[in-house]
């Protein structure tokens, strides 16, 4: 086969017969869907480098791109060969082809082509690309309310839908679920956030906040599940990290331009995350990144840990002080607790089962690692499905409590409000219910006379029912809410205490 593909009469042209991978500035795509356009094609090339050259055979479904180098083929491939890239529900299959360079012809076919070419070339010039400049091609992203858990692929599969994403570090900062990631280019980095800044990925929770980093490039040194870099496959997991591949994700690949790769009902819970616009463009994208358009109420959910896994192990408690009573309340911050059970013969592990699987996740995401009487928690998703009750007769010093129908769960009510005020255990505890009778000095010498520390005190300014109570250490806080969450404060009136994101 000649080293050159040649446009003349593409209907007889046989395409790649496959090859064994050698690198080459030619790319073969196929299983395109039959209305693929030329400018569609052009994008999946645009992330890499400049595309210098486009064949179609839509008779075939195929096509072939050129690249501007080598490298940049390369770095295309790669990145392809761990995310699949998918147009409207077609997943596109990308290899090296036999062929070292293009040579189009002036059929009409090929006209098509190169004036998307030009047409590319002309947006990527001008425009917005002046400002783009300005801008970085990594942008940080904080993730608030966090009620349900946000991964990295979660992530991925999100900003995808604007551009490439090359590389995603995440990490919890200030108490907060952060994420840098990295597109190719400050303009598509621009789009991303003018379109997802402020967005729920889910119902009334864990909001986008985006801006854009100082940094130009993200170093990333292992693919787990806290970093990958998806143009490098081949760099290794890390020592003692987790796996890759969070239970959560298990059931899906993330696609790099699907539409509505998920329904809206089949899920635990809704997904928020619409784009309203039927048929949506996103507005002044530069040439080929224009056809990107998402579907009509194009929906990012994302389904719920398998069920059973809502049974978590908790272990390095401290046996001298810890009671089902105490764990009922602090998971209960981050979900429904169903029963608690210490085990008999090791009191410093207990099992904590939850209503279901994502609020376990959830209590496992903001606790793991905080301290309770002096001890770290260490917490894992346990092998049991649910814990059992001790059978009739047999005594098990009140070790093992049924909370199924506790009056004190914060989340029975669907939709309740307490959703949305979801945060990571902090020095600053959220009071709320208080009767008008109470006064600041009450609630001070409330919170001391457990003997921890009380910093500052704030009513809401509007609300009197509502306080922020500061403690001297994120420890404190956390035994100060186990201990006065409920408390009878007169008048009919049981405080509620809660993390707060706010500091005084």
């Known amino acids: 086969m000649s080293t050159a593909a040649n446009g003349n009469d593409s209907k007889k042209f046989k395409g790649?017969?496959?090859?064994?991978?050698?690198?080459?500035?030619?790319?073969?795509?196929?299983?395109?869907?039959?209305?693929?356009?030329?400018?569609?094609?052009?994008?999946?090339?645009?992330?890499?480098?400049?595309?210098?050259?486009?064949?179609?055979?839509?008779?075939?479904n195929q096509a072939f791109i050129e690249m501007n180098s080598e490298d940049a083929a390369q770095t295309m491939v790669g990145y392809y060969s761990t995310v699949t890239p998918v147009i409207r529900n077609h997943p596109i299959y990308i290899q090296f082809s036999n062929h070292k360079e293009l040579k189009t012809d002036n059929s009409p076919n090929q006209v098509r082509a190169q004036a998307a070419l030009q047409a590319v070339g002309a947006s990527q010039a001008g425009g917005l690309e002046g400002a783009a400049m300005a801008t970085s091609p990594v942008l940080r992203v904080v993730v608030e309310n966090l009620f349900y858990p946000v991964t990295l692929d979660v992530l991925h599969q999100i900003f995808s839908k604007f551009g490439t994403v090359l590389r995603i570090i995440t990490f919890t900062k200030n108490n907060q679920f952060q994420a840098?990631?990295?597109?190719?280019?400050?303009?598509?980095?621009?789009?991303?956030?003018?379109?997802?800044?402020?967005?729920?990925?889910?119902?009334?929770?864990?909001?986008?906040?985006?801006?854009?980093?100082?940094?130009?490039?993200?170093?990333v040194k292992y693919n787990n599940d806290k970093s990958r870099d998806y143009t490098r496959p081949d760099l290794p997991t890390g020592d003692s990290q987790p796996p890759m591949e969070h239970p959560a994700m298990a059931a899906f690949t993330p696609g790099i331009i699907?539409?509505?790769?998920?329904?809206?009902?089949?899920?635990?819970?809704?997904?928020?995350?619409?784009?309203?616009?039927?048929?949506?463009?996103?507005?002044?994208?530069?040439?080929?990144?224009?056809?990107?358009?998402?579907?009509?109420?194009?929906?990012?959910?994302?389904?719920?840990?398998?069920?059973?896994?809502?049974?978590?192990?908790?272990?390095?408690?401290?046996?001298?002080?810890?009671?089902?009573?105490?764990?009922?309340?602090?998971?209960?911050v981050y979900g429904d607790v169903m029963r608690v059970k210490i085990l008999f013969n090791k009191k410093e592990n207990a099992l904590v089962q939850m209503s279901d699987s994502t609020q376990a996740q959830l209590a496992m995401s903001h606790l793991n690692g905080q301290r309770l009487h002096g001890k770290p928690l260490r917490i894992t998703l346990s092998k049991h499905t649910s814990v059992q009750l001790p059978r009739e007769g047999h005594e098990d010093q009140g070790l093992t409590k049924d909370y199924s129908t506790s009056p004190l769960h914060r989340f029975k009510k669907p939709g309740s409000k307490n959703y949305s005020n979801i945060f990571p255990p902090s020095a600053t505890l959220h009071l709320s219910n208080i009767p008008p009778s109470v006064v600041e000095d009450d609630l001070k010498m409330l919170f001391a006379t457990s003997g921890a520390m009380v910093n500052a005190f704030k009513f809401f300014q509007k609300d009197h029912k509502m306080a922020l109570i500061q403690m001297g250490s994120v420890e404190e806080a956390i035994e100060s809410l186990i201990e006065f969450h409920n408390h009878d404060l007169g008048e009919n009136h049981h405080l509620r205490v809660s993390f707060s994101k706010s500091s005084i």
């Open 258 to 332: 699907s539409a509505s790769p998920y329904g809206g009902a089949a899920h635990g819970f809704p997904p928020a995350f619409t784009i309203q616009q039927a048929g949506l463009t996103v507005p002044a994208l530069p040439g080929a990144l224009a056809s990107l358009s998402l579907p009509g109420a194009a929906r990012l959910g994302f389904p719920p840990l398998p069920p059973g896994h809502c049974v978590l192990l908790v272990s390095n408690l401290n046996p001298e002080r810890v009671t089902p009573h105490c764990l009922f309340i602090l998971f209960g």
């Open 16 to 60: 790649d017969i496959r090859g064994p991978g050698v690198p080459s500035r030619v790319i073969h795509v196929r299983k395109l869907p039959n209305d693929i356009n030329e400018a569609e094609v052009i994008s999946l090339g645009l992330p890499f480098g400049a595309v210098t050259n486009l064949l179609m055979l839509k008779a075939k």
């Open 180 to 219: 840098l990631l990295q597109y190719p280019d400050g303009l598509t980095a621009q789009h991303s956030k003018l379109s997802l800044d402020g967005q729920n990925i889910y119902n009334a929770c864990c909001t986008l906040r985006i801006s854009f980093s100082k940094l130009n490039s993200l170093n």
